[in-house]
């Protein structure tokens, strides 16, 4: 077989190749597709998590501020429940100190009634007797003295009775008097336990309310801001879940990229008899086989079947490209290929698709 029907097989094998290679890049297009719309959906999905998670901030934010202001009221609330409960203090202690005045009293007006009672029995005898006997006077006790010793003991003895009923009538009226002073105070000293009693129980019925209703409110921000922050950390995760399904994805689709970009550029050896190539061994091998060809009817030649007038133009040296080194046809090539805008001075760069 000459030369010329070989390369026209290889050719020919080389287009079957890129219609495959096209083929395969189709398939990976496809599921990069397929994948571009999972990505899309999970972007969504992140997207709606993350909107939440804001929200959810927001809200555990401001719990957590009505928390701290109602931590301030509380607070102060102690403060001032501390206050009063020294004040019910002071008030009980008044309260005990009442009522031992109060019993006090209470034994005082049972003693004067004691004494009052006797000093009435006294009295009512004394007047029983003055009215039953003659009261004697004084010349009736003159004439009936039996001396003078007799005289001054007769009148001594009426004036001590005439004063000792006078101090029983004196100590009755005044115990009567004391009786009923302490009977007075003993109600306003009632009435004062009463009042401080019905004050002691205000306050306290007003701290224990105040303080239950703190102590609730407090408790239903908490367990709101404990369910906040429960959505939060489940939004999270739920949010680094897909952050992790969205990098897999899209490191598979890189990988698939990769791989048609190496089917693509790289199918075959990736280095030829004499080494590497500086451009797509696709074209070379449909150009070339990767053979270093003499000129063909056209008259390009070498490993990259370039033209003699391409050749001079990128700085070949001598009449044709296959009588240079390869090293000096790789740099030409690399001159023409120029990053791939050059690719069109190759007319298998079309056949394989690459442009």
């Not at 030409?332 to 760069?349: L, P």
Request: contains cysteine; charged residues 15%; glycine residues 8%.
């Amino acid at each position: 077989m000459n030369s010329g029907c070989r390369t026209t097989l290889l050719r020919l094998a080389l287009v079957a190749t890129a219609a495959l290679l096209a083929l395969g890049m189709v398939v990976v297009g496809q599921s990069a597709t397929a994948g571009a719309a999972s990505i899309g959906q999970l972007n969504s999905q992140l997207s709606h998590e993350q909107s939440r998670q804001q929200g959810l901030s927001a809200s555990v934010g401001q719990l957590s501020q009505s928390i701290g202001t109602l931590g301030g009221q509380i607070s102060l609330v102690q403060s001032r429940e501390a206050a009063v409960r020294t004040e019910l203090e002071r008030d009980q202690a008044a309260l005990a100190r009442v009522r031992i005045q109060r019993a006090h009293e209470r034994q005082l007006v049972t003693v004067l009634k004691a004494r009052l009672a006797r000093a009435r029995i006294i009295l009512a005898r004394q007047l029983v007797s003055a009215y039953e006997n003659d009261r004697p006077d004084l010349m009736s006790v003159v004439l009936e003295a039996k001396g003078f010793t007799d005289l001054l003991e007769n009148i001594d003895f009426l004036r001590r009775a005439q004063q000792q009923q006078t101090s029983i009538i004196t100590e009755t009226r005044q115990a009567k008097a004391r009786a009923d002073a302490a009977q007075r105070r003993l109600a306003k000293l009632e009435a004062s336990n009463l009042e401080i009693t019905q004050a002691v129980a205000a306050r306290a019925n007003a701290l224990a309310g105040m303080n239950t209703l703190l102590q609730s409110k407090q408790s239903a921000l908490q367990s709101a801001r404990a369910a906040q922050q429960a959505a939060l950390a489940a939004s999270q995760a739920k949010g680094r879940q897909l952050q992790s399904a969205i990098a897999k994805l899209r490191a598979q689709q890189a990988a698939a990229q990769q791989a048609a970009t190496s089917a693509t550029f790289s199918s075959g050896p990736a280095l030829g008899p004499s080494g590497g190539f500086v451009i797509p061994y696709a074209i070379v091998l449909c150009e070339s086989g990767g053979q270093n060809l003499p000129p063909n009817s056209a008259g390009a030649s070498g490993y990259y079947q370039i033209l003699p007038s391409t050749w001079k133009l990128f700085g070949g040296t001598g009449p044709a490209a296959y009588l240079a080194p390869k090293s000096e046809q790789d740099a030409v090539a690399a001159r023409i290929w120029n990053g791939g805008k050059g690719a069109s001075n190759w007319v298998c760069a079309g056949i394989v698709g690459i442009h």
